[in-house]
């Protein structure tokens, strides 16, 4: 424990309780408070290993005002533990408020590593994770979705999602709307459990998949998109996009050939991509 007052960021188990490290239990035994998501369900877990410190909610609802009651036990001297409902805290769960008042006030924040469902899937799921883009939860409405989808559509890192087994078969109909059947997804469901299972596939094959077995759709998800990979003829989108622009100004032949020395590409292609586009 440090000598001065600290906030420690303490990871729980996503599902397997015997994933918590034995420095993550001496910190929950040791601090004065632990600010968890629901107090009921940290004090199973603090049950199970005999640990009887004490425990505050602190939440989405609440946690802007829980941070100064927190900041004042530190003022106090007070160590306190930072837990979520399972995994890390602030990854796609409460605590980016509080930690970042804690830091404003002057306090040490310790981070400790553990438990989180994102890294855990991907490291399992067979695609590149030399970069990723981690996006949380995709919006609740369908439009929404597309439209975030659409905005990553020629992402060039996996993505990695959170999702909802009531909405994960919506989602993916709409990543084949967007990026299309064949573009490579990996789901994994309940990690850690007794029914973990990680299948992936192209996702019309995937959603299928999901269809021929409703239990299959159940529990806690993570959703993996592959990378884009662009056609080998395929025009960069900048290219096209100044294609576009210019053909409000100039004929189509000239504003291909000006977009084509900008961007380094073939004139004839941008010319007849700018038919093809009507422009």
């Given amino acids: 424990m440090s000598s001065s007052a600290t906030l420690y960021i303490v990871p729980t188990p996503i599902g397997n309780l015997a994933d918590i490290t034995h420095r993550a239990l001496q910190v929950l035994q040791d601090v004065d408070l632990i600010a968890c998501e629901d107090t009921r369900h940290t004090g199973k877990l603090l049950s199970h290993f005999g640990i009887g410190t004490s425990t505050m909610s602190v939440h989405d609802h609440n946690e802007r005002q829980r941070a100064q009651s927190i900041i004042h036990r530190l003022q106090q001297g007070q160590n306190i533990a930072l ?7 602030l990854i796609s769960d409460p605590g980016y408020h509080l930690v970042t008042q804690v830091r404003e006030a002057g306090f040490t924040v310790v981070p400790l590593p553990g438990p989180c469902a994102a890294t855990t899937a991907l490291c399992a799921a067979g695609l590149p994770s030399d970069r990723f883009a981690f996006e949380g939860f995709l919006p609740a409405k369908s439009k929404a979705r597309i439209d975030t989808l659409t905005a990553l559509m020629e992402e060039p ?41 990680i299948h992936g596939g192209p996702v019309a094959e995937l959603r299928e998949w999901l ?23 395929a025009l960069p989108a900048e290219a096209l996009r100044t294609t576009e622009l210019l053909c409000q100004e100039l004929p189509l032949k000239k504003a291909a050939a000006l977009a084509a020395q900008i961007h380094g590409v073939k004139k004839n292609a941008l010319y007849k991509a700018g038919l093809d586009m009507g422009w």
């Fill in 83 to 89: 837990v979520s409902d399972a995994g890390t805290p």
């Fill in 211 to 233: 269809l021929e077995d409703d239990n299959r759709t159940r529990g806690e998800m993570v959703l993996m998109i592959g990378p884009y990979r662009a056609p080998e003829d």
């Fill in 157 to 197: 890192r996996t993505l990695i999602f959170y999702e909802s087994p009531r909405r994960v078969l919506d989602t993916l109909a709409e990543v084949i709307e967007v990026m299309g059947p064949e573009r490579q997804v990996v789901l994994a469901r309940e990690l850690t459990k007794s029914f973990e299972t």
